[in-house]
């Protein structure tokens, strides 16, 4: 059984040294540029862990400029083998309420202007063309781990669901939250995209748990989405899903990876095009 290493992004609250302990603090530069921050390494539950702030621990990057890519090859270069990842979403159907957690399934994209590949030809970056089946996109073994986890602890998630991800900054109109809703979506955010596509890419099993925040603006209350609000109601339930990560981290440690893995990276390369001329 391989050794395992789990990324956290967002992972607000997780930085925590009595949660992260001993905990150092690492700034990384990769072939991509700078990640969002430095990667503050350590152990969860005895398991070696590193927790990366999406935004920088200021919250200072907006999603459209978060160096996506930079910030997946420095937990592959630190040797992640799994990312869990947090964010903050707005919810597309009723029953799906604030305070709730999604297991995000699946992605329709909507951002506009994100790198969303490694192998995009330039010098000394990955050679090829990937063409990366992104079904699943999210890994389903890290998905059922935590999961697992949720039960355990007693706690009710919703175990799939289809994240909208838009480009942001600005929230959606009516229309097109209704569109979104009428798509099948169940939530909204402005990150996961190309965050999956990229760990896949690097062969890290990544899983998000999704934390619902607000109704969106489809309801016909009136209701709006208010950046404060969503801040405030994700600091009201971040115990719950600092909870369920260190549940997660102790699930996820427990298992035998191999066989995922192995798979996951020979989908990969099998994606691949192109990387002998
Ligand atoms: N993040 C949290 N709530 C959101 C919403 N309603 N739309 C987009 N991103 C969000």
Same mark, same amino acid.
């Given at each position: 059984m391989a050794p395992i290493k789990i990324g956290i992004i967002g992972?607000?609250?997780?930085?925590?040294p009595k949660i992260l302990k001993n905990q150092t603090e690492k700034k990384v530069d990769t072939l991509f540029g700078l990640p969002s921050d430095s990667l503050l390494i350590g152990e969860i539950e005895g398991v070696p862990c590193v927790v990366l702030a999406r935004h920088g621990r200021k919250h200072t990057i907006m999603p459209s400029n978060v160096n996506y890519r930079a910030n997946i090859w420095a937990l592959k270069e630190e040797g992640c083998t799994h990312i869990i990842a947090t964010t903050a979403t707005g919810s597309?159907?009723?029953?799906? !309420? +604030? %305070?709730d957690i999604v297991v995000l399934d699946s992605f329709i994209d909507r951002t506009l202007?994100?790198?969303?590949?490694?192998?995009?030809? !330039? +010098? %000394?970056?990955?050679k090829g063309i990937c063409h990366l089946?992104?079904?699943?996109?999210?890994c389903e073994e890290t998905r059922k781990a935590i999961i697992e986890s949720a039960k355990k602890i007693g706690m009710d998630v919703h175990t799939e669901g289809t994240v909208v991800v838009i480009e942001g900054p600005r929230f959606s109109t009516k229309a097109e939250s209704m569109v979104y809703k009428s798509w099948g979506g169940h939530v909204i955010t402005m990150t996961p995209v190309p965050e999956v596509i990229l760990a896949k890419e690097a062969g890290i099993c990544y899983a998000s748990i999704a934390l619902v925040t607000d109704y969106d603006v489809?309801?016909?209350?009136?209701e709006t989405v208010n950046a404060h609000e969503v801040i405030k109601t994700f600091h009201a339930n971040i115990d719950k899903v600092k909870s369920l990560i260190l549940a997660s981290v102790k699930t996820v440690a427990e298992k035998d990876w191999d066989q995922t893995i192995k798979q996951l990276k020979e989908s990969v390369q099998s994606s691949v095009i192109g990387a002998d001329v």
């Open positions: 992972g607000t609250g997780m930085a925590d597309l159907q009723e029953a799906i !309420k +604030p %305070g202007k994100r790198e969303q590949t490694f192998y995009d030809g !330039k +010098p %000394g970056h990955p089946s992104v079904e699943p996109s999210f489809w309801r016909s209350t009136g």
